[in-house]
């Protein structure tokens, strides 16, 4: 029922910018709050950004705050995020996920995973 494929991630500069986008190829896309996570080298899969089923409601971790924006486009079963900005810090493989509400997602209960991209940020 819910299978996220995320886009190709990339190299970019400090400073640069890159957008994700992950798909769902299931038929269920509209009941599921989406987000992302990130996961760099030797640290523990954090929580970076949320939307609900409606894009009523979006969350942000602080660090990104300003410079990321999280979207969903429910007609193409599409969520992105849009990284301004970035940092080296930034850099990290990033997880697209899908949970019943945005709460669910940040304290991942019962989430659903995507298989992850790179996102290197070079300085």
């Known amino acids: 029922q819910v299978r996220l494929v995320e886009s190709e991630g990339g190299l970019v500069q400090a400073g640069g910018s890159l957008r994700l986008s992950c798909a769902n190829s299931?038929?269920?896309?509209?009941?599921?709050?989406m987000g992302w996570f990130r996961q760099a080298p030797g640290k523990e899969r954090e929580f970076v950004a949320a939307v609900s089923v409606r894009s009523t409601i979006t969350n942000y971790t602080d660090s990104v705050k300003g410079r990321f924006t999280i979207s969903r486009d429910n007609a193409k079963n599409t969520v992105y995020l849009q990284m301004d900005s970035l940092k080296p810090e930034d850099t990290a493989v990033y997880y697209c996920?899908?949970?019943?509400?945005?709460?669910?997602?940040?304290?991942?209960?019962?989430?659903?995973w995507g298989q992850g991209t790179q996102v290197t940020v070079s300085s």
């Open positions: 996920a899908a949970a019943s509400d945005t709460h669910a997602i940040r304290e991942r209960i019962l989430i659903y």
């Open positions: 299931g038929r269920t896309f509209r009941i599921y709050a």
